[in-house]
Every structure is written in C-alpha cells, then in structure tokens.
C-alpha cells in the first residue's frame, strides 16, 4: 500500500467518546457453582494436575463424551475454565433448545455446565478471571452480545445492533469491544469499546471498510488492536491517549491481525507466509518465519502456531519467543483459536476429530483437548 493511501486511509480513522447507560437485566441460564473467581478457587497454579498430556475437555461431568462441537475453544489464562460450544442436548446441567450451545469445562471441579440456551452465531471467549463469558446470539436478523457473569448471572442488555460484529472481552468483565458493520447509506464500520465502571463507550471509526475489523482488546481495556481489512494495515489504539497509532507493520506489508496479548505488550499479524510478533513498548517486531501464528498466550512469551505444510509434521506448535524453543501441541490433523495457551505456556486447548488423542474416543466427531505440556 502507498504511503500516500495510508496518510488517507488514517485521516478517515476518527475516534468519539460517549457516555451511555448500560444496564445488565437478565438473569443468567446456568451459572457455576461457589462465589469465589477462578483464580482465588484454584490457589496459585488454578489449574488442575499438572500431568503432562492430553485430556478431553467436551465431556460432561460424568465423563461422557459429547456428540458434536464446532467453533474455537477459549481457555483461561490459569488453564482451568475452557468454554465452547456443542449441540449435544444432555453435556450440562440443562438441556438445549436447538442448535449449539455454550458450555464452561472447570477442569478442577470436573464440572459440565450450560450457559444460558441460546446458540452463539461466533465462538463464545471467557475472560481472563474465568467468571466472564461472552457471546453474540441472532435476534431479529441482528447480532447481539450477552455476557454471562457465572457467579452472580449477568447477561448485558444487546450492543450490537448491526449485520455483524465480533467481541473481545477484558479480564474481569469490565471492558468490552466488538465491531459493528453497517451497509447503507455506504459501507462503514466502527469498533466499540465499553467500560462498564464508568458507562464511558470509546467509538473508532475505520471508514469504507467491509473486512471485519478483528478487535483484540488487552485485559485492561487499555490497548487495542484491531485491523483496517480493506486496506490490510494493523492499528494500535491506546485508551491513555485515545488516538489510533499505525500502520504497525509498515509500508511495505499487507497484514492480518491474530490478537494481542492480554498484557497488551504484544501484538500478532499474519503477513505473507510470515508470523510477526509486535512488541506494543519498543516498537520493534520479532519475525517467526514460513509459519501461521494462530495465538498468543498472556504474557506475550508464547506462540501458538500451525506450520504451512501439516502432512510433514505435527499440525499445532507451541514457541517459547525467548528461546526459540518449539514444542509439538498436537502430530494429528487440528485446529485452535485465539485465547488457546495459558498464561504460563503449560497448557493449550485445541480441537481434533483424531480419534487417538484420548482412550474411548468413539464418537466419531471433532471434539475439544487440551494438551498439558512438560
């Protein structure tokens, strides 16, 4: 892209701060069990046993496996709460209506539970205290998001009245964005970011763009990141000083964002056949070479990545960014998300319809694993 287009294609950026009111009505469908976070509820680790490999995480609580999961799987940052979607009726402790529906794995407690009974029209995320979970659901041709506290039952008031939007939620629930695409009078979109605290609603403009825009929002609603899908540029906003700063990777690049990190010191984008990892504070950015970067873990010091070519070696491989060191996450044919790799880089959730992974696996469907590492 010229440098004269994306002096034109950053004057069309334009950022708005609103106040609005919002107000949280509803009561949540399932909720788990006990009042403390995920956190404080699993002591410093928060995970379960840390036994190095894989373990099946659609499962009900008896330890059934499920019929059927599609969409990516999110994991908390301790490794302990994962939640995706399945159309099996009987996984939690509530039936479905029909289609998918949302589920929250705690691998500590071994608990199954259904969340609401509506069927998400995107993967559902869970934030990073695992008490959050949110999801957008079609009504009236519209998408809009719910956001389900599982302590207290907290499903937002709708917020994406729009063809399309795509949501990323901050640690503890307190920040939300997601982007908003609008047809007519002429094709726009904007990003929106809410701090539910102080009822405060950051408005990014990205103006004749119909590519979706990928928000990716640190925990503490502080920095996002987020892509101009027409013009392929990467942008970084930064809440303290409210103006959109990019394109991050440069003339020379057409990129495609995979999210930043919950710390918001790194950012991940695609260009070419290349993974780069952006560091938020020097500005400089860390070439992964001839990989698909698919996720990063929390802190930043984790890549999540598929090689280009899976017939002539494992399909998920997890990088240490300091060392250079790779580990093999899965060596049959599978698939993640973002938000996939704890915290630490110990655990990463992923789906497969390998029926070797796990004993008794017999369903002959896709289901969702999590790998425990070292």
Known sequence: MSANAKRSTTRQRRIRVVLSAVVAVCAITAALPGAASAAQAAGTDGAAERVAGVERISVTSEGLQADNHSGDASLTPDGRRVVFTSSTRYLGTNAATTGDTVYVRDRQTGRTTQIGDETPVQAPTIGADGDHVAFPVLRMRNEHMR?????????????????????????????????????????????????????????????????????????????????????????????????????????????????????????????????????????????????????????????????????TGPSLVLRDLRTGTDETVSDQPATAGIDAVSADGRHVVFQSAAADLVPGDTNGKADVFLRTLR
Request: aromatic share 8%; hydrophobic share 35%.
């Open 147 to 311: 956001i389900h506290d599982l302590r207290t039952g907290w499903p937002a008031s709708p917020l994406c009245p729009a063809a399309y939007c795509r949501m990323s939620l901050g640690a503890s629930g307190q920040h939300l964005a997601y982007d908003v695409q609008f047809r007519r009078p002429e094709p726009n979109q904007r990003i929106e970011v809410i701090n539910y605290d102080t009822a405060v609603k950051y408005v990014i403009d990205v103006i004749h763009n119909t590519e979706p825009t990928l928000p990716s929002l640190s925990d503490d609603g502080r920095f996002l990141a987020y892509q101009d899908g027409g013009a392929q540029d990467i942008f970084l906003w930064d809440r303290n000083d409210g103006t959109p700063q990019g394109p991050i990777e440069g003339p020379a690049k057409a990129a495609e964002l995979v999210q930043i990190s919950n710390n918001g010191g790194k950012v991940v984008y695609r260009s070419g056949a290349d993974t780069y990892v952006h560091d938020t504070a020097t500005g400089t950015a860390q070439l992964v070479a001839n990989v698909r970067g698919v996720a990063i873990d929390p802190t930043g010091n984790h890549l999540l990545y598929a090689p280009h070519d899976p017939t």
